[in-house]
C-alpha cells in the first residue's frame, strides 16, 4: 500500500504523510488544523491568525472549521477494550 497526498476542500487542507507527521495541514505548509482550531478555541480572532501566519489566506480559516465539522459528523463506536 503506498501513501498519497489527499486534498480536501479545495486544496484548503490536505494531508501528506511526510509533512507534521501525516496530521492535516493548510495547503502543504506547516500549519495544522489543529494549530488553527486551538487558536480560534483561545478567542484569538481571524485578523491575528493571519497576522501571525502571513502564509495564510483568509479563505483557509473557514476551510479549517468546515474540515473539523465534516470529522465530527462521522459516526463513533466506542468499545471497551480492558
Known amino acids: 500500500m503506498t501513501l498519497e497526498n489527499v486534498r480536501y476542500l479545495y486544496g484548503r487542507v490536505s494531508i501528506d504523510p511526510d509533512v507534521c507527521n501525516g496530521k492535516p495541514t493548510i495547503r502543504g505548509k506547516r500549519i495544522t488544523v489543529h494549530t488553527i482550531l486551538d487558536y480560534l478555541g483561545a478567542g484569538e480572532s481571524v ?18 472549521l468546515a474540515f473539523a465539522s465534516r470529522l465530527m459528523d462521522q459516526r463513533y463506536t466506542l468499545r471497551k477494550i480492558a
Open 47 to 64: 485578523s491575528e491568525i493571519l497576522r501571525q501566519h502571513p502564509s495564510l489566506e483568509a479563505e483557509d480559516i473557514p476551510a479549517c
